[in-house]
């Protein structure tokens, strides 16, 4: 394979396998996981444009390692790393949650206009804490709470409001022990919600749309969330489109996950979400899903939001959003295949028996094959 050496290289891993088992040296380890694959897809980029891809077998990568300028062998070498490269457990109070399968996050709104199930309990704390509570005995690892919906066209949320939504359920989740995040863009709200014994702090904006909102995680040294949006410092939503979805996503996500960790984050505590759904057409969505795997590039946990999203009901005849659990159940299988650690959903039972069938497939192959 040959290009400029300005060209800048990125490393997808594709072609999956059952099992390692009997191909020593030929197939790699996605993210320390439960998935193993056998080839990247070896991507150059220049302009701002694909200029080369080709597909190179795990078993090739070292010698076409030396084929190259330093400088790109070396990227190469480093994303490689990262895409096998075990990730760290996160620490949510006294429970630590292990990141070598996927785990399912349940979403609580404790809103009265989400997209999804806005109003649900009429702003009752007791309820909507109960219903978190079941998530968890239903298997969810993870309970997300937001105060303001996302969705487009939502008002803002005075903090002050968000917090009086939020903190009397998160105080009543934490007594029962239930790893909490706090889904929210207000440094308030995340000094009020981790206060109140929240654990991770999950940003659609990055911790780009509050001025104080990476001082606030650093002082914390609590796990963060960072999604992409197009305009993070305004909206969630909006944004004029991309040529390549997949590598712009992974550019700004890189460049962030930076801005962040110089801020004083640790980098250890840090997640990334290619937030599906955000400012994205269908044709960009789709290839986001498509090509998930690319993020282990950034060595970091993998979180997935694609649950009730209007991507379903653009591929099935406009589906409402309670008539969504089967697509939103193929998205999570998707992202489980791709090594997604976080699988962030509204319907926790059913995602959580999808994702144990999963787990039992993947564990057959680790045995073996008959001889």
């Known amino acids: 394979m040959t290009f400029s050496p300005s060209a800048r290289l990125y490393l997808r891993p594709v072609a999956p396998v059952d099992s390692p088992i009997g191909y020593d ?32 077998p795990v078993e090739r990568l070292p010698g076409l390692l030396t084929q190259l300028p330093d400088a790109q062998a070396e990227r190469l070498r480093t994303l490689a790393a990262a895409i096998s490269a075990p990730r760290p457990v996160i620490r949510a109070g006294e429970r630590t949650l292990r990141l070598d399968q996927p785990l399912v996050a349940g979403i ?29 005995v239903a298997g969810a690892s993870l309970v997300d ?4 919906s ?55 904006a990055a911790l780009a749309y509050d001025p104080r909102a990476v001082e606030v995680v650093a002082s914390a ?16 939503h909006g944004g004029a489109g991309y040529r390549d979805p997949l590598i712009e996503v992974f550019d700004w996500l890189e460049v962030r996950v930076d801005a962040v960790v110089a801020g004083g984050v640790q980098r250890s505590n840090i997640a990334i979400d290619p937030g599906i759904g955000f400012g ?13 795997t690319l993020f282990h590039g950034l060595g970091l946990p993998i979180m ?24 939103s159940l193929a998205l999570a299988l998707k992202g489980a295949d791709a090594g997604c650690q976080l699988l962030r959903v509204h319907d926790v ?23």
């Open 304 to 327: 997935l939001g694609a649950s009730r999203k209007r991507l379903i009901g653009a591929l099935d005849h406009e589906a409402a959003v309670e008539r969504r659990l089967g697509g």
């Open 221 to 236: 040294g609590c796990p963060v969330i960072l999604m992409h949006s197009p305009d993070p410092a305004q909206s969630p």
């Open 280 to 292: 994205k057409s269908l044709a960009d969505n789709l290839a986001l899903m498509n090509g998930l």
């Open 145 to 148: 709470v937001g105060g303001e």
């Open 150 to 204: 996302t969705r487009p066209g939502a008002e803002a949320v005075w903090e002050g409001d968000e917090i009086k939504r939020v903190v009397p359920v998160i105080e009543r989740l934490a007594k029962s022990g239930v790893p909490v995040s706090i889904d929210t863009r207000k440094a308030a709200v995340m000094e009020a919600a981790l206060a109140a014994g929240a654990h991770i702090v999950n940003d659609v």
């Open 108 to 136: 609580l709104n404790v809103t009265p206009d989400s997209f999804s199930d806005g109003g649900k309990h009429s702003g009752d704390a007791e309820a909507i804490a109960q219903a978190g509570f079941d998530m968890g």
């Open 25 to 56: 040296g030929q197939v790699a380890r996605l993210a320390g996981g439960l998935s193993w694959f056998a080839a990247y897809e070896l991507i150059a980029v220049e302009g701002g444009r694909r200029v080369a891809q080709q597909l190179v």
């Open 349 to 371: 039972p059913e995602t959580v028996q999808a994702v144990r069938v999963w787990r039992g497939m993947k564990d057959h192959g680790l045995v073996g094959q008959p001889r």
